[in-house]
Nanobody, 125 residues
Framework: QVQLVESGGGLVQAGGSLRLSCAAS???????MGWFRQAPGKEREFVAV????????DYADSVKGRFTISRDNAKNTVYLQMNSLKPEDTAVYYC???????????????????WGQGTQVTVSS
């Protein structure tokens, strides 16, 4: 089992940047790692994913070109660099770990086995 703790959220103006971190208690190299977000009144949605090796990534269309996911397996940490933030990016952001690594299911939240508690990102206009 792995425990995930997100950090780095906060309040930022539109056009600004934030870097989220997700620290794991176990070896992240055993998992594909994803970021999801959930805004009030909306369903949880996929943001980005990175394979356990770090060689493959994928993004939601809404964040492509603005967000970058990366990982440091030596530090058991995954990052989400968010640039050019928009008010519609406001949400609680969750880190998640996928043990099975079924890449075709990478955007589906039910594929993920472990979740962090979330970190709030608020983008003001």
């Amino acid at each position: 089992q792995v425990q995930l703790v997100e950090s780095g959220g906060g309040l930022v103006q539109a056009g600004g940047s934030l870097r989220l971190s997700c620290a794991a208690s176990g070896r992240t190299s055993n998992y594909d790692m994803g970021w999801f977000r959930q805004a009030p009144g909306k369903e949880r949605e996929f943001v980005a994913v990175i394979s356990r090796s770090g060689r493959s990534t994928d993004y939601a269309d809404s964040v492509k070109g603005r967000f970058t996911i990366s990982r440091d397996n030596a530090k058991n940490t995954v990052y989400l660099q968010m640039n050019s933030l928009k008010p519609e990016d406001t949400a609680v952001y969750y880190c998640a770990a996928d043990r099975a690594g079924t890449w075709g299911m990478r955007m589906t939240h039910t594929e993920y086995d472990y979740w962090g508690q979330g970190t709030q990102v608020t983008v003001s206009s």
